[in-house]
């Protein structure tokens, strides 16, 4: 898989709602062993852990949705690219108001045949 094209269905799968849509965009770009971590959440490995992440992600903020604003800056296997969470209620961790809109980045890493080993998420 093309790198570029991992990252576009990663983020698909963070704007799906039933877990057997969730599944199957990771199962495409998403590697066995691979593992997601942003400063909400201890490490979450394969694709059923980021899986059940999403799905809690889509119940703690109904209709928000995840989409890139970068392409993917990447050399050998790793890259990085920024995106913005968009809500249609107030986004609100650790009793914070964060607003509608709320930028971030990830750092990733990828498997030889290109789909996604890991990545590290960030917010603002």
């Not at 694709?47 to 989409?67: K, R, W, Y």
């Amino acid at each position: 898989m093309d790198p570029q094209e991992a990252v576009k269905q990663y983020a698909h799968a963070w704007s799906l709602t039933t877990e057997a849509d969730i599944r199957s965009a990771l199962a495409e770009c998403w590697a066995e062993d691979a593992t997601y971590t942003d400063p909400t959440t201890d490490p979450v490995v394969g694709v059923d852990g980021l899986t059940q992440h999403i799905l809690g992600f889509a119940e703690q903020f109904p209709g928000a949705t995840m989409a890139p604003t970068s392409g993917l800056d990447a050399y050998h296997l790793v890259g990085r690219f920024t995106w913005l969470l968009s809500s249609p209620a107030p986004i609100v961790a650790d009793g914070v108001n964060l607003g509608t809109a709320l930028p971030g980045q990830d750092f990733v890493e990828f498997t030889e045949d290109g789909r996604i080993r890991r990545i590290v998420g960030f917010f603002g």
